[in-house]
């Protein structure tokens, strides 16, 4: 039975690093422009 708390425990904090580093994400523009890294695959620099 004591492990099911512990289990509980870490999945929570788990969880609020995943929706941290998804508010970090969205806050510093990570997903403004998500068609860009496709175009630059395709142009040639030559």
């Known amino acids: 039975m004591e492990?099911?708390?512990l289990l509980l425990?870490?999945?929570l904090i788990l969880i609020l690093a995943i929706a941290w580093a998804f508010w970090w994400a969205v806050g510093s523009g990570q997903f403004e422009d998500l068609e860009r890294a496709g175009r630059e695959i395709l142009r040639d620099d030559d």
Do not use: E, K, R
């Open 9 to 11: 425990g870490v999945s």
């Open 3 to 5: 492990i099911i708390f």
